[in-house]
């Protein structure tokens, strides 16, 4: 990224993920600020980031910001998946001190101060839940809940692929859930930004007592905020904002695959 800042207000905003779980934390952002525009890049070629070496993923995130900031001349970014930002986020900000960059984490906070003995359930990738960044967030709250981290390899594929229902989905989420049936867990925290989009089938696992929570709202108000600071929010209630799906992969069926999320009707969040 080169040493300017891209400081217009009329410039667009870069939104990053592995894939296309980022497209959560986007429909957030594109509710709070109708009037922005958005470039979001999904690197489907080489998602999952998850089951990677830490060095990978912080290579990976750094180039692909740096490819978006610099080529349309962003004027903020947001790392909308957990697994990049506890890779790469703190160097980014340390490369690039006065840029807007917004980062995500699990929204562990909300869940375990919600009641009384909070049990918190963590799905999120296995980088996400072994890195320092969540160490220190558990550390923050596990004198206020009993929280349980649960890695999920191989559950992003299925928001990759379009499966957000179906019996082989179940299995999975019986497989990983079930064993904490007898845990009375009160909260379970999407730690990972594919998994908002797979709400209704942990639903449909759970039941209805277990509070759900995910971090895109959370992320979407921050970069609101971070744009304010810096004088950067494009205030032109004139100006419909645009979204660019762009996407590593040559496989055309997922620029179509994100649009589909992006428009997709169900809840996905709170
Ligand atoms: N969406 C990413 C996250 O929030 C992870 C998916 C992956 O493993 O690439 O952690």
Known sequence: MP??????AASPIAVFDSGLGGISVLREMVKLMPDEDFIYLGDSKNAPYGT????????LTIDNIHFLVDRYHCK???VACNTATSAAVRILREMHPDFPL???EPALKPAALARENARVLVMATPMTLRE???RKLEHRFDSEAAIYPLPCPGLMEYVENGILSGQELAAY?????????DKGITGIVLGCTHYPFLREAIRNVVGDQVEIY????????????RLREAGLCRNDPDHKGEVTFLNSSDDPSLLERSKDLFYLKEEVSN
């Not at 989420?173 to 049936?181: A, I, M, T, V």
């Open 3 to 8: 040493e300017h800042t891209n400081n217009s």
């Open 102 to 104: 917004v980062g995500v």
């Open 173 to 181: 989420l019986h497989e990983h859930l079930d064993p904490y049936k």
């Open 132 to 134: 320092e960044k969540f």
């Open 76 to 78: 903020a970014a947001a």
């Open 214 to 225: 995910d971090g895109g709202l959370g992320t979407a108000r921050e970069l609101l905020r």
């Open 52 to 59: 990677k070496s830490l060095e990978a993923v912080r290579q």
